[in-house]
C-alpha cells in the first residue's frame, strides 16, 4: 500500500528540521532541556498556543532538572513528596523491569566516572576498575521507593536526561488536544511525536544512517513518536576502540550498536526503549520489540541494519 504523505521534513539521527515549510503549516522553535524544540502546528490555531506550550516546556523543565527544581531538591534531600514525578517514576521503575534493568534513570556516577558527566571534568579515558566499581555500587532504580506520593531515592541520585524529552512530548500532547488541536508535529532534539496528519496526510520524518550526510528511508507516521539513539551523540576513542555514552547500568560496558530508531505510541516508552535496545542483544530487542508492538531498527557497527516487520511497515513507498 502506497502512503499518501506531504513533505515536511525532520531528520533522525543527527537531527535537525530540514524545512517546515508545508502549505498550512507554521513553526516555533523553544531552546530548553538543552536542546532545541520544534512545535509545527496548523495554521488557523489560536494565537495563543504557542505562549500555553512554551509554558509547559518550562513547567517540565522545572520538574525534570537536576540543576534545579524538583529533581534536583530530591537528588539533594533524598526525599520529596510530588504526586507527577511520582507516577513518573513509577512508569520508569516498570520499564526498568521490562527492559531487565537496561534503562536506569539512576546511572550518572557510571556516566561520571566514565567521562561523560558535565561533572566529571574529564573525558578520553575508561574509567578506573576501583571508580568504576564505586559507581556501579550508587546505581540502581530499585533503590527509589514511592508511598503515595513521596518519594525516596534511597541515596540514588535521579537523572531523566535520558527519557526527559519522551515525557515532554507527553505533557505536550496533552495539552494540544487540550486546547483542541489534534494535528501537529514536535521535535524535541531528536525524539519526535506526530500528531494526526498534515493536511489530511501522514507526517514524513526521515532516518538518517549514522555518518550519512543524506537520509536513508522516510518513514510516514501518524499519531506516534520516532526516538533514537546512537553512539555518535557523545564518544571518545582510546585504545581503538570506542566507549559511546550509552552505559550498561549493571556493567560499565558502552553499547555496541552504532543506531537504534524506535517508533511506538507512547513517546516516553519510544524515548526509553530507544536507550535499552542499544544495550541489548540484537535478536532480544527485536523479539522485545514485537512483543510491545514497537517498530524498532537497529544499525550494527558493521553497517548491517535490522529491523522488524512493524518498523518496515511505516516505511513510506
Not at 573525558?123 to 527509589?144: C, F, N, R, T
Not at 558502552?254 to 526503549?273: F, G, H, R, W
Amino acid at each position: 500500500m502506497r502512503l499518501k504523505t506531504t513533505w515536511l521534513w525532520f531528520f533522525l539521527g543527527t537531527v535537525f528540521l530540514f524545512g517546515s515549510c508545508s502549505r498550512g503549516i507554521k513553526t516555533r522553535r523553544f531552546l530548553y532541556f538543552g536542546t532545541f524544540i520544534d512545535i509545527s502546528l496548523p495554521d488557523g490555531c489560536d494565537a495563543n498556543l504557542f505562549g500555553i506550550l512554551e509554558d509547559e516546556i518550562k513547567r517540565c523543565d522545572h520538574l525534570l532538572s537536576v540543576k534545579s527544581g524538583v529533581t534536583a531538591e530530591l537528588n539533594r534531600n533524598g526525599i520529596s513528596r510530588n504526586a507527577e514525578l511520582a507516577a513518573l517514576i513509577k512508569r520508569i521503575k516498570h520499564a526498568h523491569r521490562q527492559t531487565g534493568g537496561l534503562f536506569d534513570p539512576t546511572v550518572e556516577p557510571v556516566l561520571k566516572v566514565s567521562g561523560f558527566s558535565p561533572a566529571s571534568g574529564h573525558k578520553g579515558a575508561p574509567a578506573p576498575p576501583k571508580d568504576l566499581k564505586k559507581a556501579l555500587s550508587e546505581v540502581g532504580a530499585d533503590k527509589i521507593k514511592i508511598e503515595r506520593d513521596v518519594i525516596k531515592n534511597g541515596g540514588a541520585l535521579l537523572n531523566f536526561g535520558g527519557c526527559g524529552k519522551g515525557y515532554l512530548l507527553e505533557r505536550l500532547s496533552e495539552k494540544l488536544r487540550d486546547n483542541g488541536v489534534n494535528d501537529a508535529l514536535i521535535n524535541a532534539g531528536g525524539d519526535i511525536l506526530a500528531m494526526g496528519k498534515n493536511s489530511g496526510k501522514l507526517w514524513r520524518i526521515g532516518v538518517r544512517q549514522p555518518g550519512e550526510k543524506s537520509f536513508t528511508l522516510v518513514l510516514g507516521i501518524t499519531d506516534e513518536a520516532v526516538a533514537t539513539s546512537g553512539d555518535y551523540e557523545n564518544f571518545f576513542m582510546a585504545g581503538g576502540k570506542k566507549y559511546s555514552h550509552i552505559v550498561s547500568p549493571s556493567t560499565g560496558v558502552s553499547s555496541d550498536k552504532s543506531q537504534v530508531t524506535v517508533i511506538c505510541e507512547a513517546p516516553l516508552d519510544a524515548d526509553i526503549y530507544a536507550t535499552a535496545f542499544m544495550l541489548m542483544e540484537t535478536e532480544q530487542a527485536i523479539g522485545l520489540a514485537d512483543e510491545r508492538g514497537m517498530g524498532l531498527m537497529i544499525y550494527e557497527p558493521d553497517g548491517k541494519t535490522v529491523s522488524n516487520g512493524i518498523f518496515r511497515n511505516h516505511i513510506a513507498r
